[in-house]
């Protein structure tokens, strides 16, 4: 296990380092790893109501493959940023990496993954069915479960929330190994990530505010210095780091 060395300051001012005159591309390919499944998906909405008919059957379908799709999309984005702090070349079509690199551990981490998540939501919408909502002391209850499935899945998701940077660093690494390898990871370091999470909250308020359109280049920001907490726990960011200063 490796010791974790860098403030969260640190690690941001890394990822600006990283990001310096690469910006461009960066943005385009958040842009495109928005619009690809938006695209794919606005036929399927067409005629959709609230009832569940062929209509919503046939878009709940497409929206599952459209979530895979914009998972595999992640993953190459994930994969330019650490080619990025790992000094190595990488262009926009990267974007699509996953596509033709053994894209079934990352589907199949990501239908593990969301099931996890789902299991402790099931409690609160047990309360949302059952309780009479008319009464405040349903409220209270609801209000109980909703957030204790909350804290429940920020927990899971800090726990695996880095098999798919293990993948793509190790190709042969089965998924059961990714889960087990991103826990052992993340042990002692679940609450560091959360802070470094919360640190981005004026960042995220500011894109939100700006239409959107600041999220196209605060989004490569959060995402290079997250790709950075995990060189940092993998003890492979002062390789990058002394890169970063030679070629400064």
């Known amino acids: 296990m490796f010791m974790t060395k860098r403030t969260s300051g640190e690690l941001k001012r890394l990822a600006r380092e990283f990001l310096n005159g690469n910006y461009t591309v960066m943005a385009v390919s958040v842009l495109a790893s928005f619009l690809i499944p938006a695209l794919l998906l606005s036929p399927f909405t067409a005629g959709l109501s609230p009832q569940l008919d062929a209509v919503m059957a046939m878009y709940l379908a497409a929206a599952v493959i459209v979530e895979i799709l914009s998972q595999l999309l992640s993953a190459g984005l994930l994969r330019m940023h650490l080619r990025l702090a790992q000094n190595q070349p990488f262009t926009w079509k990267d974007l699509f990496w996953t596509f033709r690199?053994?894209?079934?551990?990352?589907?199949?981490?990501?239908?593990?993954?969301?099931?996890?998540?789902?299991?402790?939501?099931?409690?609160?919408?047990?309360?949302?069915?059952?309780?009479?909502?008319?009464?405040?002391?349903?409220?209270?209850?609801?209000?109980?479960?909703?957030?204790?499935?909350?804290?429940?899945?920020?927990?899971?998701?800090?726990?695996?929330?880095l098999v798919y940077p293990?993948?793509?660093?190790?190709?042969?690494?089965?998924?059961?190994?990714?889960?087990?390898?991103?826990?052992?990871l993340m042990k002692g370091n679940k609450m560091r990530r959360f802070w470094l999470d919360v640190s981005f909250a004026g960042w995220n308020i500011l894109g939100v505010l700006s239409a959107g359109i600041g999220i196209l280049w605060i989004s490569p920001y959060i995402?290079?210095?997250?790709?950075?907490?995990?060189?940092?726990?993998?003890?492979?960011?002062?390789?990058?780091?002394?890169?970063?200063?030679?070629?400064?």
């Open 166 to 184: 293990l993948y793509i660093d190790n190709p042969q690494m089965t998924v059961a190994e990714g889960f087990r390898r991103s826990r052992q």
């Open 101 to 161: 690199s053994c894209p079934d551990r990352f589907i199949l981490a990501a239908v593990i993954l969301t099931a996890i998540l789902l299991v402790p939501a099931l409690p609160a919408a047990g309360c949302v069915v059952l309780l009479d909502i008319t009464k405040p002391s349903s409220w209270l209850m609801i209000a109980v479960a909703v957030l204790a499935a909350a804290a429940v899945q920020l927990y899971v998701f800090y726990m695996f929330g």
């Open 223 to 248: 995402r290079q210095t997250s790709v950075n907490f995990y060189l940092d726990l993998t003890g492979q960011l002062d390789a990058a780091g002394e890169g970063m200063q030679v070629s400064g």
